[in-house]
């Protein structure tokens, strides 16, 4: 199944995540579903307490990432404001208070906004040979890096105005986007770190899904 529709808690991810957005004052959401799961998406999230309103909405995405926020923004009505969140429903518990920070700081003047948490492990460059093992090139200095969450928040303008450009010069899945606040700092718009969250955790593997099961049950 698609990884929006996997249950923790007994709930689907996307129903965590969506309901997160309307409790931190979202005035529209748009979730892009996969084309033939748009159906089960919608009953999901009718099914998710105060998630069948109008301000939900469910639409087809598309191939690749780009695409599917290109198709969330198109579908974004004009009144819900000049501020854009960005959103995985595979980081179904980041926090309203995370939401609200990234929005607020947005509002207060800056084009795109990320939350970023510092990088604790020790991260080395490799080279890579045809005929044997990685090998270690260096050690990087982690005090440089940050690994970066979702929402990622945007100007309106500012984002319409980056995947305008980005469907412009990406023709196939090779070379589209992954990163929406990359496409934004291709067109020169600086890109603001924000504190992340450590419950924002991105929920990709089947352990990822047992740490944020004890996450849901702790704050039970």
């Not at 990432?65 to 404001?81: E, Y």
């Amino acid at each position: 199944m698609p990884k929006a529709l996997v249950p923790l808690g007994g709930v689907p991810l996307v129903v965590h995540a969506a309901r997160h957005l309307v409790d931190a004052g979202a005035t529209a959401v748009v979730v892009t579903a996969p084309a033939d799961h748009v159906s089960q998406v919608r009953a999901a999230l009718d099914a998710g307490d105060g998630l069948g309103d109008p301000r939900v909405v469910v639409v087809p995405g598309g191939p690749t990432r780009q695409a599917s926020v290109a198709a969330g923004l198109a579908a974004l009505p004009p009144a819900a404001g000049p501020v854009v969140l960005v959103h995985d429903a595979a980081r179904a518990l980041a926090p309203v208070s995370l939401l609200v920070r990234v929005a607020r700081t947005v509002a207060e003047g800056h084009d795109a906004v990320v939350p970023a948490l510092p990088v604790t492990d020790t991260v080395v460059r490799v080279v890579t040979t045809s005929d044997g093992p990685a090998r270690s090139a260096g050690t990087v200095d982690r005090r440089t890096l940050r690994a970066v969450q979702t929402p990622q928040g945007f100007r309106r303008d500012v984002l319409e105005r980056a995947h305008a450009a980005g469907a412009a010069a990406a023709g196939d899945e090779a070379t589209a986007a992954t990163d929406d606040a990359g496409l934004v700092a291709e067109l020169g718009h600086e890109v603001v770190l924000v504190e992340g969250d450590a419950r924002a955790l991105k929920i990709t593997t089947a352990h990822d899904l047992a740490v944020a099961t004890l996450l849901i049950e702790e704050r039970a």
